[in-house]
C-alpha cells in the first residue's frame, strides 16, 4: 500500500521569495515520485520525477525535488517565485499497474 | 503534448440518466486510467485499464463502469448518474518504458454537473 501526504493545504509567498511545499509519502518498496501542477481550469502537467537515480530532481520552470528516504519526504522547492507559479501542486506516489497515488494537492498563492 | 482527448468537455445531465465519457489516446500507451478531481480530495481513482478489454476497480468505483475494447479509446459510464457524481473526470495514460516510474500524461478533464 501507498500513501502521500502534502502537508500544506495552501501556501502563500510573495513574488520573488522562496517556495517550499512539502510531501511525505509511504511505500512498501522503492517509490517512484512525481509532482505535478494544475492551473485553473486545465489538466496536470509534470513538472519532476524521481525514479531512483539522483535524489535531487530538477523540473521545469525552475522547480526542484528533494527525494529524502530518511525522513520519506519529497519537497518540493523554487528559489523565487513568479506570478505564474499560482496554481494547484500535487505529490504523487507510483505504486504498480493501477497507477498512481495522488496528495490532496496545495494550492500556492503568490503575492505580488 | 501527449495525444489524448477527452469528449465531452462540459456535460450537465439529469439524476439518473446513464452518461459516458470518452477517453481517446493516441500514443498507442498500455495503460489507461479514469479519476475523479473533487475539492480537497486530489485526484482518486476510478478505474483503470491495463489492456484491451482488462480493466479493474479503483479507489472510488461504484456507480461506474468502463469498457476498452481498442487500445486507443477507454470510457467511462455512469450507469444512472447521482448527484454525488458531480465532479471534474481526468483520463490519464501511461507507457512502460521506464517500468513503474514512467509518469503519466493527463487529458483536459470533463466537467460533469448532475442536477
Known amino acids: 500500500a501507498q500513501s502521500v501526504t502534502q502537508l500544506d493545504s495552501h501556501v502563500s509567498v510573495s513574488e520573488g521569495t522562496p517556495v517550499l511545499l512539502r510531501c511525505n509519502y509511504s511505500?512498501?518498496?522503492?517509490?517512484?515520485l512525481f509532482w505535478y501542477v494544475q492551473h485553473p481550469n486545465k489538466g496536470l502537467q509534470l513538472l519532476l520525477k524521481y525514479t531512483s537515480a539522483a535524489t535531487l530532481v530538477k523540473g521545469i520552470n525552475g522547480f526542484e525535488a528533494e527525494f529524502k528516504k530518511s525522513e520519506t519526504s519529497f519537497h518540493l522547492t523554487k528559489p523565487s517565485a513568479h506570478m505564474s507559479d499560482a496554481a494547484e501542486y500535487f505529490c504523487?506516489?507510483?505504486?504498480?499497474?493501477?497507477?498512481?497515488?495522488f496528495g490532496k494537492g496545495t494550492h500556492l498563492i503568490i503575492q505580488p | 503534448d501527449a495525444g489524448i482527448t477527452q469528449s465531452p468537455r462540459h456535460k450537465v445531465t439529469e439524476t439518473g440518466t446513464p452518461v459516458t465519457l470518452r477517453c481517446h489516446q493516441t500514443?498507442?500507451?498500455?495503460?489507461m486510467y479514469w479519476y475523479r478531481q473533487d475539492p480537497g480530495h486530489g485526484l482518486r481513482l476510478i478505474h483503470y485499464s491495463y489492456g484491451v478489454k482488462d480493466t479493474d476497480k479503483g479507489e472510488v468505483s461504484d456507480g461506474y463502469s468502463v469498457s476498452r475494447s481498442k487500445t486507443e479509446d477507454f470510457l467511462l459510464t455512469l450507469e444512472s448518474a447521482t448527484s454525488s457524481q458531480t465532479s471534474v473526470y481526468f483520463c490519464?495514460?501511461?507507457?512502460?518504458?521506464?517500468?513503474?516510474?514512467?509518469?503519466?500524461?493527463f487529458g483536459q478533464g470533463t466537467r460533469l454537473t448532475v442536477v
Open positions: 504523487v506516489v507510483s505504486g504498480g499497474a493501477d497507477g498512481l497515488t
Open positions: 511505500s512498501s518498496y522503492s517509490p517512484s
Open positions: 500514443e498507442n500507451h498500455r495503460y
Open positions: 490519464a495514460i501511461r507507457g512502460t518504458t521506464g517500468g513503474w516510474g514512467t509518469e503519466a500524461f
